[in-house]
């Protein structure tokens, strides 16, 4: 069992910054294996993947972020985080973390990312 939480979110206006953290309660040799995500949704939109990070730390995102936004983790902490630079109002979502454990996947509750003047 994996206990995801994110913090981080909120309002930030156009070309702005955020951190989001997403903390996962369990023993660091499963966070260490697990390949952590980043996704979103924004209202009347399907969930969609923002960024990934494996285990050895390959990491991949959508399009639509790249250079903008980067994804990280510490496995001594298992956290992992996602920086967002040059936010754009289309940045506008809530934004979820996820795990993959040996098949298993698990959800955050979510944090509302707001981009708008």
């Known amino acids: 069992q994996v206990r995801l939480v994110e913090s981080g979110g909120g309002l930030v206006q156009p070309g702005g910054s955020l951190r989001l953290s997403c903390a996962a309660s369990?023993?660091?040799?499963?966070?260490?294996?697990?390949?952590m995500g980043w996704y979103r949704q924004a209202p009347g939109k399907q969930r969609e993947l923002v960024a990934s990070?494996?285990?050895?730390?390959?990491?991949d995102y959508a399009d639509s972020v790249k250079g903008r936004f980067t994804i990280s983790r510490d496995n001594a902490k298992n956290t992992v985080y996602l920086q967002m630079n040059s936010l754009k109002p289309e940045d506008t979502a809530v934004y979820y973390c996820?795990?993959?454990?040996?098949?298993?996947?698990?959800w955050g509750q979510g944090t509302q990312v707001t981009v708008s003047s």
């Open positions: 990070i494996r285990s050895g730390g390959r990491t």
């Open positions: 996820n795990a993959l454990v040996l098949s298993e996947t698990y």
């Open positions: 369990t023993s660091n040799s499963i966070f260490s294996i697990a390949v």
